[in-house]
């Protein structure tokens, strides 16, 4: 059985699955209208993401063709990508937004 992830915009570097995966598994995405397979390395479950290129510390993780957070540590392609490896760009807007009105 193929395993599902979709790439919800071109400017993406992550893709979202849309049932768990298991390591290893190979995933196909479209990639700018490219079909690219993909090994993933852990466990995905339900809804979250998997790196579809090679992301470096500090670049930008990008859903939906916008920016959702900065890479904490390098992400390999097929690295799961959730809190555990990427900082919320949103929180950080908060966090500064909370503090200035202080």
Same mark, same amino acid.
């Given at each position: 059985? !193929?395993?599902? =992830?979709?790439?919800?915009?071109? @400017?993406? &570097?992550?893709?979202? #699955? ?10 196909? #995405? &479209? #990639?700018? +209208?490219?079909?690219?397979?993909? *090994? #993933? ?5 339900? +809804?979250?993401?998997?790196? %579809? %290129? ?6 930008? !993780? %990008?859903?939906? +063709?916008?920016? %959702?957070?900065? =890479?904490?540590?390098?992400? =390999?392609?097929?690295?799961? !990508? ?6 919320? !760009? ?5 966090? *500064?937004? @909370? @503090?200035?009105?202080?």
């Amino acid at each position: 059985m !193929v395993k599902e =992830a979709l790439v919800m915009d071109p @400017r993406d &570097n992550v893709a979202t #699955v849309v049932e768990d995966i298991e390591p290893g598994t190979n995933v196909p #995405v &479209n #990639v700018s +209208g490219k079909l690219k397979e993909i *090994k #993933v390395k852990q466990k995905i479950p339900f +809804g979250h993401k998997f790196a %579809i %290129i090679k992301i470096s510390k500090d670049e930008k !993780v %990008i859903k939906y +063709g916008e920016v %959702i957070g900065l =890479a904490t540590q390098p992400i =390999a392609e097929g690295d799961h !990508v959730h809190i555990h490896n990427v900082h919320s !760009v949103y929180s950080l807007e908060l966090i *500064k937004e @909370r @503090r200035e009105k202080k």
